[in-house]
């Protein structure tokens, strides 16, 4: 039995009216692969057609079905453009997506293209809380981009967990 004296519980967080941005939840889903070019490479530094060729040629791109394939060499050595497009024409029935560059580079780009997407005016005078946490980490320009294209249209910016936040912006009246 309830009496006067018992007071109720209020979520603050949730009556506050902030919105939580969570930024993984613009990271590719699908699985990635990579191939590294230096694995190719006569003594990881120099391309030699022929063989560059044979190698394209006889690799199970069937291992690489419907992911995204990263594509890249983490040797020094230059590599002619043609090369990358030898693997693209091997790589691309069979996979979901391709791109020139390792995981950061991708998932950078990606975030890049998910954010081109948003409807920025629904944020429009609302206060923003962008999640600082999660389980995948998300590139730093992420948080700069986001934050540059929420600035011109949210009421404030803030950084973390909603029950405790940094503040980063607050609209001038």
Same mark, same amino acid.
């Given at each position: 039995?309830?009496?006067?004296?018992?007071?109720?519980?209020?979520?603050?967080?949730?009556?506050?009216?902030?919105?939580?941005?969570?930024?993984?939840?613009?990271?590719?889903?699908?699985?990635?692969?990579?191939?590294?070019?230096?694995?190719?490479?006569?003594?990881?530094?120099?391309?030699?057609?022929?063989?560059?060729?044979?190698?394209?040629?006889?690799? =199970? !791109? +069937?291992? @690489? &079905? #419907? *992911?995204?394939?990263?594509?890249?060499?983490?040797? $020094?050595?230059?590599? /002619?453009?043609? %090369?990358?497009?030898?693997?693209?024409?091997?790589?691309?029935?069979?996979?979901?997506?391709?791109?020139?560059?390792?995981?950061?580079?991708?998932?950078?780009?990606?975030?890049?293209?998910?954010?081109?997407?948003? =409807? !920025? +005016?629904? @944020? &429009? #005078? *609302?206060?923003?809380?962008?999640?600082?946490?999660? $389980?995948?980490?998300? /590139?730093?320009? %992420?948080?700069?981009?986001?934050?540059?294209?929420?600035?011109?249209?949210?009421?404030?910016?803030?950084?973390?967990?909603?029950?405790?936040?940094?503040?980063?912006?607050?609209?001038?009246?």
């Amino acid at each position: 039995m309830s009496t006067k004296n018992e007071s109720t519980l209020v979520n603050r967080v949730a009556a506050s009216g902030l919105i939580t941005i969570d930024l993984t939840d613009y990271l590719p889903q699908t699985d990635v692969a990579v191939f590294d070019l230096k694995d190719y490479l006569f003594r990881e530094l120099i391309l030699r057609e022929k063989d560059f060729r044979t190698a394209v040629a006889e690799h =199970d !791109w +069937s291992a @690489y &079905q #419907d *992911k995204t394939l990263l594509v890249y060499c983490s040797s $020094d050595a230059i590599i /002619p453009m043609w %090369a990358y497009m030898l693997v693209a024409t091997q790589a691309a029935p069979h996979v979901q997506d391709i791109f020139q560059g390792d995981e950061q580079a991708y998932a950078h780009h990606y975030l890049y293209q998910q954010l081109e997407k948003i =409807d !920025w +005016s629904q @944020y &429009q #005078d *609302k206060r923003i809380v962008i999640k600082g946490c999660g $389980d995948r980490p998300v /590139p730093p320009g %992420a948080y700069l981009e986001m934050t540059r294209r929420l600035v011109p249209v949210a009421k404030s910016v803030m950084y973390g967990e909603p029950c405790s936040t940094v503040p980063i912006y607050k609209q001038k009246k």
